[in-house]
């Protein structure tokens, strides 16, 4: 019963860790996966991976289902080295930098949803970073801002997916 004794931490660190490979190695070819989550006051800070094997970049493909489901975000304020929007850069973007500009987007989203007059209905009410943490092994770290964990949450969960499901 020796494991008994590690359950609390265990738990612990599956409640930082929401979106792991829980299912063990038959999901580790999903072409990203979430490391790590910690829940700041003022932020998210998340640590992302790109599965050795996959573009660290905006494919065609992508690119299209973005402009498709969410048109808004080349309109997104960034600051990048080509343009002022995230619009400049994201054919070629990293994909963990899309990711950000996508769970502002999906944030902005359900505040309108929630409340279409409030201040936050707006991507421009959302601040993100995204840098590479070790590009090699595909980690990238991404701080998200948020005004609802839960929210911020429900949309890297999200943005995760439709990145899996649209490379
Ligand atoms: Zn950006």
């Known amino acids: ?50 599965t050795p094997g996959f573009s660290q970049e905006v494919t065609p493909r992508l690119a299209a289902a973005v402009r498709t489901r969410f048109p808004q975000i080349e309109g997104h304020a960034c600051v990048n080295e080509v343009g002022d929007t995230f ?14 500009h996508l769970v502002i987007q999906l944030q902005a989203e359900a505040w309108e949803r ?5 201040p936050l209905a707006s991507p421009g009410a959302f601040v993100g970073v995204t840098e590479w943490v070790d590009r090699e092994e595909g980690i990238a770290r991404i701080q998200l801002g948020y005004r609802d964990d839960m929210v911020a949450l429900a ?3 999200d943005a995760v997916a439709f990145v899996n499901e649209s490379l």
């Open 1 to 50: 019963m020796g494991s008994a004794r590690f359950g609390a931490a265990d738990a612990g660190l599956a409640s930082a860790q929401p979106f792991s490979l829980g299912g063990g190695p038959r999901f580790a070819a999903l072409p990203i996966t979430v490391a790590r989550i910690v829940v700041k006051r003022d932020r998210l800070v998340c640590d992302v991976r790109v």
């Open 87 to 100: 619009g400049a850069v994201m054919d070629r973007a990293s994909l963990p930098h899309l990711l950000e």
């Open 114 to 118: 929630a409340s279409p007059s409030n």
């Open 155 to 157: 949309g890297l969960r």
